[in-house]
Nanobody, 122 residues
Framework: QVQLVESGGGLVQAGGSLRLSCAAS????????MGWYRQAPGKQRELVAAISRGGSPTYVDSVKGRFTISRDNAKNTVYLQMNSLKPEDTAVYYC????????????????WGQGTQVTVSS
């Protein structure tokens, strides 16, 4: 089994910053793509940012220039640095990690973190 532990959410004023972390542990041969999703009340979960194993990032347009995704492959950890936060960034943020659990695996298994609340006050 693979466990994901998220940390770093909280309450911040508009214009402030937060840094989210998500560490994967357990039966891991190799971690593939890693990403952050968010879900606001009454809305569908959306992809915020993703990063390949080689470090290539992608972002949803609404966070470009404000959020930075990064990863530490040695620690199987993904980070999301969120700057210039806006009230519309308020949501539960979930990390998503693709894991090859054995050397024989041909497809990565997707795992989700427990979610961390980010609240931005105006």
């Amino acid at each position: 089994q693979v466990q994901l532990v998220e940390s770093g959410g909280g309450l911040v004023q508009a214009g402030g910053s937060l840094r989210l972390s998500c560490a994967a542990s357990g039966s891991i041969f190799r971690v593939n793509d890693m990403g952050w999703y968010r879900q606001a009340p009454g809305k569908q979960r959306e992809l915020v940012a993703a990063i390949s194993r080689g470090g290539s990032p992608t972002y949803v347009d609404s966070v470009k220039g404000r959020f930075t995704i990064s990863r530490d492959n040695a620690k199987n950890t993904v980070y999301l640095q969120m700057n210039s936060l806006k009230p519309e960034d308020t949501a539960v943020y979930y990390c998503n990690v693709g894991v090859f659990t054995t050397v024989l695996a041909t497809w990565p298994v997707q795992y989700w973190g427990q979610g961390t609340q980010v609240t931005v006050s105006s």
